[in-house]
């Protein structure tokens, strides 16, 4: 009898001892498993995608990158996909209004993820809510997709440029191009060594210390004058600085808007030349009629016309004038030469 309760006592203990030590391996599991603890430490969240691209149940869910929850539940919701995930209570105040879920990619093989970001701004998203669906990061395949036609553009660059396409085939393929090109780059070269000899105006700034003098001393001045102007001083730095300038130069402004007014509406000499139709036919009327005249005179017609273009008139024209003023010297010189007054009586 005491044998049998020395076995049952030891067969308790073996049995407690199994029962503590499952305990213990399941604890440590969700411990270190990463979904956050207990069923009681986790709470479940929602997002809405577009595409999942191959997310799966158990997929990890991370928070600023680190992984702090899965994937439980994938369900469409009309033409866009449901996920549900479970993240550790601990997130609570950092998943908010203001953070967003993104689809990620776990490692090179293309596993995805949903990528939350934390965010402080906001109020924690309460159990079973919706987290704000962001873009999307660039996944393994899109990756690869967008390589794939890196590659293709290139050689297809590569193909115009050995069947002399374009300028860079062109270069390769056309020998003229290529003589020009050579010829651009020693004359180029022809140009450094000038500069380099102190040849031009190039090289002598660059090698003759009083053309650089001068060139800092130019400088200097200028930098005064837009000082001196930035100060207000001078007309252009009263038109830059002073209010009263600013005024009048408004008040010209207006003006001119008020006069172009009156001319749109008609008012005034200008403004019926240009909206009165009548006056504007007398002026164009009038402007023929000079043309005409105009015509007349290159055509040699009356007498203006024969004074532009007959050589003899214009001489005898010019030598009656000649012979008159000849002849008012001649009076102003001795006037009793052509006073001859008779006086008789009877």
Known sequence: MPRTRSLAWAELKIGLVSVVALALAAALIFLLSGEGGFSWQRYSLKAVFGNISGLNEGSPVRVAGVEVGSVTAINFLGDRVEVTFQLAERMRPRV?????????????????????????????????????????????????????????????????????????GRLFTDETLYREMNALVMAAENVVQNVNRGRGTLGRLANDPAAAETLERSLGNFETITARIRSGEGSLGKFLTDDAMARSLTSTTSNLDAITGRISRGEGTAGKLVSDRQLYDRLNSMSERLDKVMAGLQDGQGTAGQL?????????????????????????????????????LF
């Open 96 to 168: 908010t209004t203001g953070s967003t879920a993104s689809l990620g990619s776990v490692s090179l093989l293309g596993e995805s993820s949903v990528d939350i970001s934390a965010s402080a701004r906001g109020t924690p998203i309460p159990e079973w809510g919706y987290v704000r669906s962001g873009p999307a990061a660039g996944s393994l395949t899109q990756v690869t997709t967008k390589a794939t036609e890196g590659i293709q553009e290139l050689t297809t660059l590569l193909q115009d440029m050995r069947s002399g396409r374009g300028t860079v």
């Open 308 to 344: 532009l273009h007959d050589r003899q008139l214009y001489e005898n024209m010019n030598g009656a004038v000649g012979e008159l003023r000849q002849l008012v010297r001649d009076i102003r010189a001795n006037p009793r030469k052509f006073l001859n007054v008779r006086v008789s």
